[in-house]
């Protein structure tokens, strides 16, 4: 199966800081998705980004399917923002739907 | 509902006792999967269900774990015979079609076992 790389694997900002989430893929994905797990658990969608690029309010990112990574841009980041940012995406081609995650990017924001 | 639900938040149980997860998907999505996060790590895939069938159940990590869709939307994940290695958070997540839709996940369950 797909291997998924991400980093870095923590990161402390400043309040109001931007950062860059990475995130490398062994081979060809479908269905890139990024979460935010919150202090309390919860896996939140951020994007479904197979390619091209979305933005949502503050967070932006683009996946550049045929060089196998996406990035996930947070700007001004806020103490809310803290927790674990997840990729995780499909084997292009396989007949498993199921997704495969990165072990993730443990964000932390100081006021 | 709007969104999927998981009960209960939180299960402790006793080593060797069975265990039920609920899982209510989010209304008219086909797709169902169970995932299993341990401490510090990502998700892993346990089981897939398209409407009442099990597809793949490749993940499932013993014969201890059973689960089921029987009409096609609620899930049950079992658990038999409970080990401690079996403590981690599960998760459940739905979508509209197997490919092509993205996966939208519940709080989960966070399973304890003594």
């Known amino acids: 199966g797909i291997q998924v790389e991400q980093s870095p694997p923590d990161l402390i900002l400043q309040e109001g800081a931007n950062s860059t989430l990475r995130c490398n893929f062994s081979?060809?994905?479908?269905?890139l998705q990024w979460f935010h797990q919150n202090p309390w658990g919860q896996l939140i969608n951020l994007f479904y980004?197979?390619?091209g690029t979305k933005q949502n309010g503050r967070l932006s990112a683009t996946t550049v399917a045929t060089e196998r990574y996406s990035l996930l841009y947070i700007s001004s980041s806020q103490t809310t923002d803290s927790g674990v940012y997840f990729c995780?995406?499909?084997?292009?081609?396989?007949?498993?739907?199921?997704?495969?995650f990165g072990k993730g990017t443990k964000l932390s924001v100081k006021p | 509902g709007a969104g999927v639900s998981q009960s209960p938040r939180y299960k402790v149980a006793k080593r060797g006792q069975d265990v039920a997860l609920r899982c209510d998907p989010i209304?008219?999505?086909?797709?169902l999967f169970w995932y299993q996060q341990a401490l510090g790590q990502g998700p892993e895939f346990l089981t897939y269900?398209?409407?009442?069938?099990?597809?793949?159940k490749s993940g499932l990590p013993s014969d201890r774990f059973f689960a089921e869709r029987p009409e096609g939307s609620v899930s049950t994940l079992k658990i038999q015979r409970t080990q401690q290695e079996d403590s981690a958070v599960y998760l459940c997540?739905?979508?509209?079609?197997?490919?092509?839709?993205?996966?939208?996940f519940g709080d989960g369950t966070r399973l304890s076992i003594l």
């Open positions: 997540a739905s979508s509209l079609e197997r490919f092509g839709q993205p996966q939208h």
């Open positions: 980004i197979p390619s």
């Open positions: 269900f398209q409407n009442e069938a099990q597809l793949d």
């Open positions: 209304s008219g999505h086909v797709s």
């Open positions: 081979d060809s994905v479908n269905n």
């Open positions: 995780a995406g499909r084997n292009y081609g396989g007949s498993q739907g199921n997704l495969i």
